[in-house]
């Protein structure tokens, strides 16, 4: 690869792209300025401006509504007030204020102040009679003595009366039915004790009970359960097999011998089998079968685990490549190069020329 460009060259080849492509204003077109908006930017016609005007709410309407109906309602009572006849007093007769009430408006009699008077309570009343029984003779001393004011009478405690309840009188007639009561139930208690002897039988015959029947003996009975029948069924059946399990073991050891063939039969000849006989063959297994298939996917796991170590080292040994050139890259990057001393003969001096920007391409809009 190339070596990597120094900043001098770069700006050399920055410098000839700006020479290379440097902006050209193109002329403008007068027909532009001068068109109504036809040719170029369409011309902007600036608006009026906007006039304020007050919202139109229903609140105004229905306020107006409810005016013009007070002032409706208004007109027509005064109307009514004009229409209406306007009161005239009558002539006063001079009669009315001479006479005794039998014309116009009856007389009123005033009344008198009125006057108080004393309470009349019963408190007062049995203070006197208490004073009245309680009065005792004053001493001699006390008789003597003057009377410059009237004294007090004394008044007693008041009696305390019991009231008369008709709860009393049920009260003291249950309890006078509850004792009568408890004493009957006292004699019958006493009456039951008392023991009175019967007097002997005349006749010499003694009595002689009816003798009862003896009271029958109830005999047990066993309940007819299913489960036992069936039960006694299985026990029955396990017998018989075993006896005859027993009866057929004593027979086979009973010793039958067999009798000598005699000579004048014919010989025994074996017959030839009917059938072929069997050949005995492998037997395929499958255990068999899936050993062999377990073996075969055990080689194409390790084929498989062989292809990938191949591959990631493969792929190890590249990225180390890879790193290795960027190091060196890095490493030419790195180096420190010395840049040559620019030749001052023939120094460099900007150009005085003023540039003109011309106008670019305009579109026309149509």
Known sequence: KDAPKTAAEKEEEELQDMKKNQFKARPLNRQVLLS??????????????????????????????????????KQKEEEQLRKRQKFQARPLNKKVLESCGDLGVPRVV????????EFKLRSSARAVEHAVSTS??????????????????ATGATKVEEFSLRTEARGAQKWD??????VEEEYQALCAKDFVARGYPLTTDYYNPPQL?????????????????????????????????????????QFTAHGVPSTHQKPMVVNPPRRYLETIRNHTLNSDTRALARKGFDREMKEKEAAAKVQRARLDAEERKEEEEEIKKMRKKMGHKAR????????????????????GKLCVAF
Not at 47 to 56: D, K, M, P
Not at 110 to 117: A, D, E, L, V
Not at 140 to 147: F, N
């Open 36 to 73: 109504n908006g036809d040719l170029g930017v369409p011309r902007v016609t600036p608006r009026a401006r906007t006039v304020t005007a007050e919202f139109q709410l229903n609140t105004d309407v229905r306020g107006k509504d409810t005016k013009a109906k007070a002032e409706l309602q």
């Open 110 to 117: 005033p009344k008198g102040p009125t006057q108080s008077k």
């Open 136 to 153: 005792y003779s004053p001493a001699p001393e006390e008789a003597k003595r003057p009377k410059t004011a009237p004294q007090r009478t």
């Open 177 to 182: 039915v509850l004792m009568e009561n408890l």
């Open 213 to 253: 029947p003896a009271p029958k003996v109830t005999e047990t009975q066993e309940f007819n359960l299913r489960s036992k029948a069936l039960h006694d069924d299985a026990v029955a059946e396990q017998t018989n097999q075993i006896q005859a399990q027993a009866r057929e073991d004593r027979e086979n050891r």
């Open 340 to 359: 040559a001393m620019p030749d001052f003969s023939k120094p460099f001096v900007p150009s005085l020329r003023s540039t003109t920007i011309q106008s």
